[in-house]
């Protein structure tokens, strides 16, 4: 499978605890996206990186939260000490020029 | 400030019959403006991609519409099937450099039933 793969697919978690999610994008795609997205909403974009370098950050992402992509392929988001309304969709994607592919996202539940 | 906004927000049709959501935007400058299909707890699909000066593009049975005068666009999705049920979300760039900034709308959710 060559597209985009996030692990782990679902996380169940505990409030207080933290969490790290992985995203392995495209290959050779130079552009990787972090997204949130709740039930009935579109996607929230987090954050943005061009090869290793993190670009931009919306303001969504607290202190809480933080995202590397060390070697310019796959990439980490932590976040640490969940609350409740941490609790949705974390979508990644990645592209190489134009069109956002994404990956299947991950399942996060902050009980 | 820049807005996507789509309709119906559900539809629910009969298998085989066609069907068409639409999307309004506000963003201005604008770039691209694409379909994405999500499926339940999936990541979104891109179905189309156009530009400013495309008027249409298909893809099978999905057909975006594009009128950047009005700044209207629509889906036309002909002779539904049962995996055609999912959220159709409309998502408009404003920015023609990497396409980071996708401002999105909230989607319509399509039911085919049998």
């Known amino acids: 499978d060559t597209g985009v793969s996030q692990n782990p697919r679902h996380k169940i978690t505990k409030r207080g605890q933290n969490v790290t999610f992985r995203c392995d994008p495209i290959?050779?795609?130079?552009?990787l996206y972090w997204y949130r997205q709740t039930l009935g909403q579109g996607p929230e974009f987090l954050t943005y990186?061009?090869?290793?370098?993190?670009?931009?950050k919306s303001r969504l992402l607290s202190d809480r939260f933080s995202a590397e992509r060390p070697k310019g392929s796959f990439s980490t988001l932590e976040i640490q000490r969940t609350e409740q309304g941490d609790s949705a969709m974390y979508l990644c994607?990645?592209?190489?020029?134009?069109?956002?592919?994404f990956g299947p996202g991950t399942r996060l539940t902050v009980l | 400030k820049n807005q996507v906004e789509q309709s119906p927000q559900s539809l629910i049709i009969l298998e085989g019959k066609n069907c068409t959501l639409q999307?309004?935007?506000?963003?201005?400058?604008?770039?691209?403006l694409r379909w994405y299909k999500q499926d339940t707890g999936r990541g979104p699909v891109s179905l189309t991609i156009?530009?400013?000066s495309e008027n249409t593009k298909s893809n099978g049975r999905y057909t975006a519409t594009l009128d950047a005068d009005t700044k209207q666009s629509s889906l036309h999705i002909t002779a539904s099937q049962l995996s055609d049920s999912a959220s159709y979300i409309c998502?408009?760039?404003?920015?023609?450099?990497?396409?980071?900034?996708?401002?999105w709308g909230l989607g319509t959710s399509l039911a085919v039933n049998p």
């Open positions: 994607a990645s592209s190489s020029s134009g069109e956002q592919f």
């Open positions: 290959s050779e795609h130079n552009r």
């Open positions: 990186f061009q090869n290793e370098a993190q670009l931009e």
């Open positions: 999307c309004n935007y506000t963003v201005s400058p604008f770039s691209n």
């Open positions: 156009m530009t400013f």
């Open positions: 998502v408009v760039s404003d920015f023609a450099g990497n396409n980071r900034k996708l401002i």
